[in-house]
């Protein structure tokens, strides 16, 4: 321990974000000032990674919660040796660079999460311990190949964001120990004091929640801050939270207040805190050669042994157990096409099913195949069909199960996915109804913006949820998912298509796949099509002819206008039915096919969908849609209520042929 190169390196890191924020004249210098020491001891002294193999599965995870203080980070990963150059340092925020205004994973090498909404790299950090625990359990001497830690910083802001706690909950029930966070907690967020705003006990909430919680009281005492790490590494059966004080931008003449939350120090103050404070005397994004000697003989060496002798262990590894050394391989690439069977299974022709419990069967089969699926809902597993039959649960005393209950927590459990996929080496998918996605819509647009191949299963899909009301009927939903950027929607309508979709969601490897199941009995359909599932539409049932208008319905409607198109025929009206599980999936086909799909001017198209109609415009001019809340009462009267009949259908297409 060579206390004056640790202070000359923590100088070096501050004085770096001073002058990343100064030039960039944008950033926020508070956090990260004030919580340099906490990343420097991290990375000098225990955190396992290798800069030259950033994606080397076994190294530790690091989530920056508070990804605002991004400038520390990168700051950290230049000194460490990434990616990440000096004129990337000084290209800080802007339009291109490797160093945007919040960490973006897959876009700078070492970022191990997109961070920036506060309190969902908590839960993506629990995620990552939960898929740490799972994979070392799935294979026989799992913990020669997968062993590490899971670090997580946050600030006040995320444990206010009630996400935390959902995952601050999750984590102590499920016994974490490899999970360690450290709250810098400099009682400052953006608008002011915390106290204007905050008054919890935090500690208290973290010892209720089951974690352990051990508490350094000045922040810039890196042998203290050590030795809270050392002693969190050896917790058997807990999570860890280290409450860290520290001082808001420390250093700097406004320190302790939250004007140094999110602006720049300026060149006076960024002088005062540099030089009169850090006595550090030097230009701008100045690096001593000791401090880079430091990073390479601490962080750096570390990596690089452990990362050789990762290496050696693996090779005697699969001469050891061959077979699972190629499934562990193959599933970190994500290349699960060889799990996946190309054979549907034999559907009754003539039978009915729901499409939540076609998804349930479907799940199940390709289980078989894929034994890294793992995977639960927000306590609706019975409702959503979650289950792996046969599967145990994945708790503290059987890591090894696949059934993962989240409990009531839905936000976490979208937002813990996307970190059990960011970790790698799994196919994840969770459940709950389709109306509650409106709580998971932060971390599922996360998962959109981060490219990871989420799986969400939506089940209870419309008003035909019946009895349980307006409260529990999606409407809006369904345009919502639409609506995000690098989203897949699949609404299968009969259990041929619920396969194909499964198949589908399973494919994907950089877009999140959101699947929309019935709760009610669907018929299958004699024209229904994988193949067709995955190009998003296609002609379910042809016109006689030639189509005077086309009837573009999704899931459950699909069935319905197949039987108005039989009653159109009777009137001597000509359609042509055309299932159209996925926009996304259509969109992404050739002009000529999509043509062949919809052929007839837009003039002469009809959406049918039980949600709402916003968004249809773009295929089709006449709606039967759900502009209103739905109704409580059997589901057979709540279609009534709102005629989502044949009748209806044949009604509104008898008018616009006229
Ligand atoms: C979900 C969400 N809400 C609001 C913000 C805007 N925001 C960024 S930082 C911040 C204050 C956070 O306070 P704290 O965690 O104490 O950070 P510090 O002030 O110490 O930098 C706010 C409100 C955000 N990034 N995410």
């Given at each position: 321990m060579n206390k004056k190169i640790d202070e000359l390196s923590v100088a070096t890191i501050r004085s770096l974000c001073i002058d990343e924020i100064n030039k960039a004249k944008s950033g926020h210098p508070g956090m990260a000032l004030g919580s340099a020491p906490i990343l420097y001891t991290l990375f000098t002294r225990h955190l396992v990674a290798n800069p030259k193999q950033p994606d080397w599965f076994n190294r530790d995870r690091f989530v920056?919660?508070?990804?605002?203080a991004s400038a520390l980070l990168y700051a950290m990963l230049h000194l460490s040796g990434y990616e990440v150059s000096l004129d990337d340092i000084k290209q800080f925020?802007?339009?291109?660079?490797?160093?945007?205004g919040h960490p973006e994973y897959r876009w700078?090498?070492?970022?191990?999460a997109t961070s920036g909404p506060l309190g969902q790299g908590i839960a993506q950090a629990v995620g990552m311990a939960m898929a740490e625990e799972s994979i070392r359990a799935n294979y026989t001497e799992g913990e020669k190949i997968m062993n590490h830690y899971t670090y997580v910083l946050c600030g006040d802001g995320c444990l206010q964001e009630g996400l935390s706690q959902e995952a601050i909950s999750l984590a102590g029930h499920q016994k974490l120990n490899k999970l360690i966070l450290f709250y810098d907690a400099n009682q400052v967020t953006l608008d002011g004091a915390l106290d204007l705003s905050f008054s919890e006990q935090v500690k208290t909430r973290f010892l209720a929640s089951e974690w352990d919680v051990l508490e350094v009281?000045?922040?810039?005492d890196i042998e203290t801050i050590d030795k809270a790490i050392k002693e969190a590494k050896k917790s058997q059966d807990k999570p860890t939270m280290i409450l860290i004080h520290t001082v808001i931008g420390f250093g700097s003449a406004k320190q302790g207040t939250s004007k140094v939350h999110g602006n720049p120090l300026g060149e006076e103050d960024g002088k005062h805190a540099k030089v009169d404070v850090y006595g550090f005397d030097h230009p701008d994004f100045f690096i001593p050669d000791e401090v880079r000697k430091q990073f390479e003989d601490t962080f750096v060496a570390r990596g690089l042994k452990a990362y050789e002798e990762y290496q050696k262990a693996f090779a005697e590894y699969a001469k050891k157990h061959q077979t699972e050394a190629e499934r562990f391989t193959s599933l970190i690439d994500l290349d699960v096409d060889k799990y996946i069977p190309d054979v549907l299974p034999e559907f009754v022709e003539g039978s009915a099913t729901s499409t939540r419990v076609a998804s349930g069967k479907a799940l199940n089969a390709f289980m078989l195949k894929l034994p890294n699926l793992i995977g639960g809902s927000a306590d609706v597993a019975g409702s959503v069909m979650t289950k792996l039959d046969g599967g145990t649960d994945f708790t503290p005393t059987s890591?090894?199960?696949?059934?993962?209950?989240?409990?009531?927590?839905e936000f976490a459990m979208a937002s813990a996915q996307n970190g059990m996929l960011l970790h790698g080496g799994l196919r994840t998918y969770v459940g709950c109804f389709a109306v509650f996605a409106d709580y998971m819509k932060a971390a599922i647009r996360m998962a959109a913006l981060s490219h990871l191949p989420a799986i969400y299963l939506f089940s209870h899909d419309s008003i035909a949820v019946g009895e349980d009301g307006p409260t529990h009927q999606p409407i809006e939903q369904l345009a919502m998912l639409r609506s995000i950027p690098n989203m897949c929607v699949i609404r299968p309508c009969d259990e041929r298509e619920t396969y194909a979709a499964w198949a589908e969601a399973l494919r994907s490897k950089r877009t999140p796949v959101a699947l929309i199941l019935s709760r009610q009995n669907l018929p299958l359909l004699a024209g229904s099509s994988a193949e067709g599932v995955s190009k998003g539409a296609y002609v379910i049932s042809k016109e006689?002819?030639?189509?005077?208008l086309e009837i573009i319905a999704t899931g459950s409607e699909v069935s319905l206008a197949v039987e108005a198109q039989k009653l159109l025929k009777e009137e001597g009206i000509d359609v042509r039915v055309i299932s159209m599980p996925s926009w996304e999936l259509f969109a992404k086909q050739d002009q000529a096919y999509q043509d062949s799909v919809l052929s007839l001017p837009w003039e002469r198209r009809v959406s049918v969908e039980m949600l709402s109609t916003f968004g249809w415009d773009r295929y089709a001019k006449h709606h039967m849609g759900m502009d209103t809340f739905g109704a409580s009462a059997p589901a057979k009267d709540v279609i009534a209520k709102f005629e989502f009949t044949p009748d209806r259908l044949v009604k509104l297409c008898k008018e616009i042929v006229k």
């Open positions: 920056l919660s508070a990804g605002h925020r802007q339009l291109g660079s490797l160093t945007p700078t090498k070492g970022v191990d009281a000045d922040g810039n890591r090894e199960g696949h059934n993962i209950n989240w409990g009531i927590r006689q002819k030639k189509a005077q």
